[in-house]
C-alpha cells in the first residue's frame, strides 16, 4: 500500500544499546523528517533529508544518526541511548511543504 | 517570544457548535501555514494549507491575517469526531515547519 510506515511500532530498549528506527514512503517525495514528540512539547524536528545523501541537522540532533542512501528509506539510529531519549518518534515526508507522518514508534529506553 | 502561540485549551463544545482556534507567530517571513489535527498517541494528520488570506474546507474555515502574524480555524457544526488536538503550524524557512503544542478540541454529545 501507499504511503508512510515505520517501525518497530513499539520498542523497549535498555540504556547503552543502539537502536535503528525505520521509515519508508512509497511516494517517491524528495523530503523526509525525523521528529520526536515528549509530553508538554510539540514536535521537535531531529534530523531532515532534502534528497538521498543529503541530511542536516534539526532542532535536537546530539545522540541521533542518520542515512539515506535510498529515497525512500530514512533510518533513525541512537547510537548509544538514554533514558532521556524515551518518546514517540515520528517520521515524515513532504512534497512543497506538505508533510505527511508516519503512525510512529514509542520508544522506552530503561 | 515562543514561535508559535495557541491557547491549550481544551475547549468543550457541544456538539453542532462553532468553534474557533486562534494562533500567534513570531517568524514574519513565513509564507505557508497549516493546521494539522492529532488525536490522542496518533500521528499528526494535515488538515488545511493556508498559501493566501484563508482557505475552506467544508465545515473548515482558516483565514491568515499577516499584518498581525495571526491565523485561525473555525469549525462548524461541529461532531464527536472532531475531538483532537489542533496544531497551527507555520513554516520556519525553506523545507521545516514549526510545531507548537496546539489547543485540545472535546466535543460533547
Known amino acids: 500500500d501507499a504511503g508512510i510506515t515505520q517501525s518497530p511500532r513499539y520498542k523497549i530498549t535498555e540504556t547503552g544499546r543502539q537502536v535503528t528506527l525505520m521509515c519508508h514512503q512509497t511516494?517517491?517525495?524528495?523530503?523526509m523528517f525525523w521528529y520526536r514528540q515528549d509530553l508538554g512539547h510539540g514536535l521537535r524536528l531531529i534530523y531532515y533529508s532534502a534528497a538521498a545523501d543529503i541530511t542536516d541537522k534539526g532542532e535536537v540532533p546530539d545522540g541521533y544518526v542518520v542515512s539515506r542512501s535510498k529515497t525512500e528509506n530514512f533510518p533513525l539510529t541512537l547510537e548509544s541511548a538514554t533514558r532521556s531519549q524515551t518518546s514517540v518518534y515520528f517520521c515524515?515526508?513532504?512534497?512543497?511543504?506538505?508533510?505527511?507522518f508516519g503512525p510512529g514508534t514509542r520508544l522506552t529506553v530503561t | 517570544r515562543k514561535e508559535v502561540e495557541q491557547d491549550p485549551g481544551p475547549f468543550n463544545v457541544p456538539e453542532g457548535a462553532t468553534v474557533a482556534f486562534n494562533c500567534t507567530y513570531s517568524?514574519?517571513?513565513?509564507?505557508?501555514f497549516f493546521w494539522y489535527r492529532q488525536d490522542c498517541r496518533k500521528e499528526p494528520k494535515l488538515l488545511m494549507s493556508v498559501y493566501s488570506s484563508g482557505n475552506e474546507d467544508g465545515r473548515f474555515t482558516a483565514q491568515l491575517n499577516r499584518a498581525s502574524q495571526y491565523i485561525s480555524l473555525l469549525i462548524r457544526d461541529s461532531k464527536l469526531s472532531d475531538s483532537a488536538t489542533y496544531l497551527c503550524?507555520?513554516?520556519?524557512?525553506?523545507?521545516?515547519?514549526?510545531f507548537g503544542t496546539g489547543t485540545r478540541l472535546q466535543v460533547f454529545p
Open positions: 517568524n514574519s517571513a513565513s509564507q505557508s
Open positions: 511516494w517517491s517525495h524528495s523530503y
Open positions: 503550524v507555520p513554516e520556519r524557512d525553506t523545507d521545516k515547519l514549526i
Open positions: 515524515a515526508s513532504a512534497v512543497s511543504y506538505e508533510q505527511y
